[in-house]
């Protein structure tokens, strides 16, 4: 191939951004390995906490890491190079493009989300202008699951997972003490790890009853109506309310409800990291109807990070798409990002496509209005088809048959 | 044995109550298949939401429910027969009682904590008092570990590893995006819970950093110099607090730092099932330091009921008292709570003993001293070691060595 012939040798550099998931790490192991493998890179510089680490040059040598100790890494929930939540300036790009040549990079791997393909888009486009040869890749992560170009990203199917059994645990806890009970679940502006709930679901009456997502507009009134009608029905009631539900205007019902003070030194709301919205809703529902027992969980960081809930199939292709954009930048892949894309087939497979980095950079995705239902209160079939392989082997809950004794007189 | 020719021929009756745990099943079943090969139990009936089942003669046909389902729900979180947070009347124990009789039920054995130990107890003197022949058992379980005469209790070492394997994921969330993060933990009056937070320490930096129980008294100055000094040290702070920390009056910080009208309508203060505690604990911080980065996060009911995280010693340890309840009842038993006993032995073992009724009932237990350290905000080597083998596997995490690349000039 005339690509193979003109690649040229030089260093990768590789870092971590953006939220952490509980297998990020294998797409890092997986870059790293498949790079170990390749004639064309050289030293491998891995930088710690992101862009911040490239500005610092904070690097470490992942050459010197034993293979032992990265498999080790790969089943570690959380970025192992430290991450960051910084979104560059074009003068941080430019520096970091300079911080670049005179480490003789010449590979670039930026696992994270959106805001990451971007800050990838800008300093290939850096390189682009210098005539500077770069191999620049964004490999994708996000437990959101809000990436365009993907039919799903790497960290979604184990944070589904652990939503689901979340609640699987949770529908029998309440099903043991009725009442209501609210879950609250991460999810800003896309609702797939919300949705995910409905994955626990066994039998007819098992909770999730009720699901809001930030796709649809939430309504108090209607949230009471709901949760009493269920509660009419089953005696009891399990809500998954995603943190980012906002109003018909798009203020999050946070926000509405937060007395004055309560917002950050920034002026902004915050959602996670705070048992607001989960009290807010226990408080409606405690107030507006005759129900007693009203409780809320806000499961916060532990979708994202909580050791030994890892869906196999999420970490297989989490390693997957890491090695997949080494092998596309080591056989001649100027840039792109490696995207997920599922065969149309009866059994579950998919296949890795690179795709521009614009494609993939800024806006996010939302669930598609097939996925949710006619009052947007709930997942349609067509969401729980979607999402069902992406958790992989999830546990069986038994249930008695609960064979009634005949009453004495 | 004189015991066992006298031993009476009738049915057995089985409730469980209280909180539910992900283990409380299995003690369910252990009593069942260990009721099913003794000649001397007739019908087994399982009663519907604990006491309220037995008052309202709600029972079902244990006999009915073949092995294989009886297999899957030992494995399945939460009370299979349904809870109750009733605490019965003198009223209730009488009619109760008169249940029994028309049932001809022989055998009673009641799954739960201290208050059920106290239920059974009174239950068993009312028997004692009419002559009735009853063979009356308390079978032990609770996430909080605080049952007299028990090393500890069925339920506590599958809670203990769900708390363990959520800070192991959150030390490395914490460790990749710095800050302060702040977990609160179930226990009102029991620190067992937030105590093995510490089991997820691998590394010496490893979080948390910091434990606070309910055993000593939970002052703000304290934590606030104890949260400045660690990030101080680590650039990073991870907490463990439990749900019932309270000042040197004994009143909870919760309450303490509410505004009026949030308390609930019977003027109690809720602990669990809202966020409360970590949202003042957090704004604490924020307002007293120029710390930037502030979590907190509740773990709520997860914590007793999520599915797919159980100790597998705790699993085979709820299994056995059950098992023993029955066969202890069955050979001339005539009451009693099965005791979980450590052995004096190098490697873990335990014995089963059957204890009093009254011996176990009522009052609680707390943290021993010599398992918490003289600031009063982490725990011993002592409590590790005790602690360290009631979760079974845990998972490792693993750390890049990190081989620092000298910077270029």
Redesign the interface.
Known sequence: MAAKKEQITGNMLIA?SG??T?VI?QSLVGAVLEAKNQDCIQ?I??A??GIQGILN?????MK???KK?????????????????RKPTAEDCAKIFDVLQ??DVRYFFYIGGNDSAETAHIINEEARKAKYDLHCFHICKTIDNDLRQNDHTPGFGSAAKFVA??F???N??N???PGV?INVVMGRHAGFLTAASALARQDEDDGPHLIYLPERPFRMTQFVRDVKATVKQYGRCVVAVSEGIADGNGTPIVQKNLKTGEK??HGNVQL?????L??IL?AEI?DKTPI?R?????????Q??????VSEVDAAEARRVGEEAVRCAATGGKSGSIAIKRKNSKRYAVEYRRVPLKSVAKETRHMPDSFINKDGNDVTKRFIDYARPLLGE????????????K??D
């Not at 999830?394 to 004794?405: A, D, E, H, T």
């Open positions: 971590q939220g952490p509980a790490n030293r510089y891995g710690r906490h040059e904070d690097f470490i040598d010197r890491e034993p100790v990265l498999e080790q890494v790969a089943q570690t929930p959380s970025s192992a190079l430290g991450s960051v939540r005179r480490y059994q979340a699987m645990g949770d029998l806890d099903r043991a003490l009970k950050d030194s996670s990291g705070t048992g607001a989960g009290d226990a405690k007693k009203v409780r809320a969980d806000t499961f916060g960081y532990l994202r990070s909580f050791a030994g809930c999830i546990p069986l809950m038994g249930r008695l048959k609960q064979v009634v004794v009453k004495k």
